[in-house]
């Protein structure tokens, strides 16, 4: 901007596609975006009304004008300025500038602690709190406690003074999900096997992942395990089950709240996929009502209720609605050093070597690709190798599988795909050391404080046994996929002429290589 005739006078530079969102930019904030690609930070969302010009919020007592060389487009302005702001929600992103894929905090009026605070002072809805345990792991590191003894002091924040009927983790969600996982990945290896070719699963639990394969990747969507993330499962479980328990007569007389360690939980929470009809002239109903960050706890939440720390509320044992989870199983880890993201990998590989093959794996002994973010792991028999998984954490790394999936060089049977570096547990959400030169060795904390969780093999859990009992089927059987398994869209294809270039495309412009790791 430049002083000029006692004006402030700002110069635009405008992109076709850019102006739409700006409209009302706020109802967005775009903060710390950095995906690892340089991505532009523009939206090509296409709205029923697009304009040639942005406002911009400035200070009261500044003045701004706007001018285009083309009167037509000044008398254009004009008439836009008259007419009210176009609305967004976090279903309308496409993750164009990479601020989805990359994890960074979008906070939208819809998903902030501001709607639990309104569906508790109403008192008309049962509230219900579901915790992803890396959330708890970080909470547990934050304040030198275990992730526990974290969710026994969130429980007492939720319970005590918010009023929560149930405040549960979310083991049984993430334990049905590695059973549908590994039935799928059985299903799909031996079909392929009929044909004399190979089977590639990709995990799909991470929302970043999933909005850049619809977007700019489609050629990873049949690769792509339909099975839902913890998140989503837990949601299903409470609006198709839980209700009942609390004595509700509808699942809409439940408010579900989810603490998660990824901001992109949030977007993952407004899919039409994962939502609920159960009344036939109603609107689906969300699965998953609100979605609080772990850092969003202690920044949103905490303060309101007057507290400086989830220390300062009493414990409360976290409920257990379907039987006994992580927290209530002998001590000992069913997972190993892999373990950040839920497991996925870890399980997958011991299940299927000792299925499939016979083989009891002990530590996994994995082989670093390049960087700590992307290491995989094989197992031989009788010398040869006759399975091979990778973990791809970051956006790079996801490019590099993404690249050689679509050039037929994959050779992994199972692919961990996260978004962010070093998994779920460093998810965008989690709470950050204020010194950067610390980063490493608090996120050391939290892993260690994640893997401290005691936990059985998934086929061991009580809690996922009583659910699929409860449903009269079992893992991989229609009526399990009926309830935990979801589709995929073709994002891509709805951008006009192809125009969704920014953040999250680069997995399939071929620029990505090797050595860009």
């Known amino acids: 901007n430049a002083e000029y005739m006692g004006e402030t006078r700002l110069l635009f530079v405008f992109r076709p596609l850019l102006s739409p969102l700006l409209l009302s930019m706020e109802g967005l904030r775009v903060a710390n975006v950095d995906d690892f690609l340089h991505a532009a930070q523009e939206c090509v969302v296409v709205t029923s009304r697009a304009a040639p010009a942005a406002s911009a919020r400035v200070a009261s007592d500044a003045r701004v004008t706007m001018e285009f060389e083309d009167a037509a487009l000044n008398a254009e302005l004009e008439e836009y300025d008259r007419l009210p702001p176009v609305s967004i929600t976090l279903a309308d992103c496409l993750a164009c500038s990479g601020c989805i894929t990359s994890a960074e905090t979008i906070l939208v009026e819809a998903q902030s602690a501001a709607r639990l605070f309104d569906a508790t ?64 990945f059985l299903l799909k290896a031996d079909e392929a096997a009929s044909r004399g070719a190979r089977a590639t699963l990709f995990s799909a639990s991470c929302p970043g992942f999933v909005c850049l394969a619809e977007k700019s990747a489609a050629h990873v969507l049949p690769y792509m395990s339909s099975v839902k993330s913890q998140m989503a499962i837990m ?39 994962f939502a609920t009809t159960d009344e036939a002239d109603a609107a689906p109903l969300p699965d998953v009502d609100l979605v609080l960050t772990t850092s969003e706890v202690l920044s949103q939440l905490l303060p309101r209720l007057g507290l400086a720390s989830i220390l300062d509320s009493v414990r409360v044992p976290l409920d ?36 499939r093959f016979g083989v009891e794996c002990g530590e996994l002994k994995y082989t670093t690709v390049r960087n700590k973010d992307m290491r995989e792991v094989a197992l031989e028999v009788d010398g040869s190798v006759v399975m091979r998984m990778v973990q791809a954490y970051g956006l790079r790394n996801l490019q590099t599988v993404l690249r050689r999936l679509r050039e037929g060089s994959c050779q992994y049977d199972f692919v961990e795909a996260m978004a962010c570096p070093s998994g779920c547990v460093n998810g965008g959400g989690q709470l950050k050391s204020a010194d950067v030169r610390q980063a490493k ?15 059985v093999a998934a086929h061991d859990s009580a809690a996922a046994a009583a659910v699929f009992a409860s449903l009269g089927c079992a893992p991989g059987d229609p009526g399990a996929r009926a309830h935990f398994h979801t589709t995929y869209n073709n994002v891509g294809t709805a951008l006009a002429g192809g125009g969704g270039g920014g953040g999250g495309g680069g997995g399939d412009d071929g620029d990505s290589s090797d050595d860009d790791l």
């Open 320 to 355: 257990t609605p379907w039987g006994p989870a992580s927290f209530d199983c002998a001590s000992g880890r069913a997972f190993g050093a892999g373990a950040s993201s839920d497991g996925q990998l870890e399980y997958l590989f011991r299940a299927v070597a000792a299925e």
């Open 441 to 455: 060795a608090a996120l050391a904390v939290v892993e260690a404080t994640h893997l401290a969780i005691p936990a």
């Open 121 to 184: 002072a109403r008192g008309d809805r049962v509230v219900v709190v579901s915790i992803a345990q890396q959330a708890l792991a970080s909470l547990g590191a934050q304040f030198g406690i275990s992730a526990e003894t974290a969710g026994e002091h969130l429980a007492g924040v939720f319970k005590s003074l918010m009023g929560a009927a149930v405040v549960m983790d979310c083991s049984v969600g993430r334990d049905i999900s590695l059973l549908e996982m590994r039935a799928e």
């Open 235 to 273: 949601g299903k479980l409470v609006r198709g089950d839980l209700y009942r328990q609390l004595g509700c007569s509808s699942p809409r007389e439940i408010f579900h709240v989810s603490v998660m360690m990824c901001p992109d939980k949030k977007l993952e929470a407004t899919r039409s996929e």
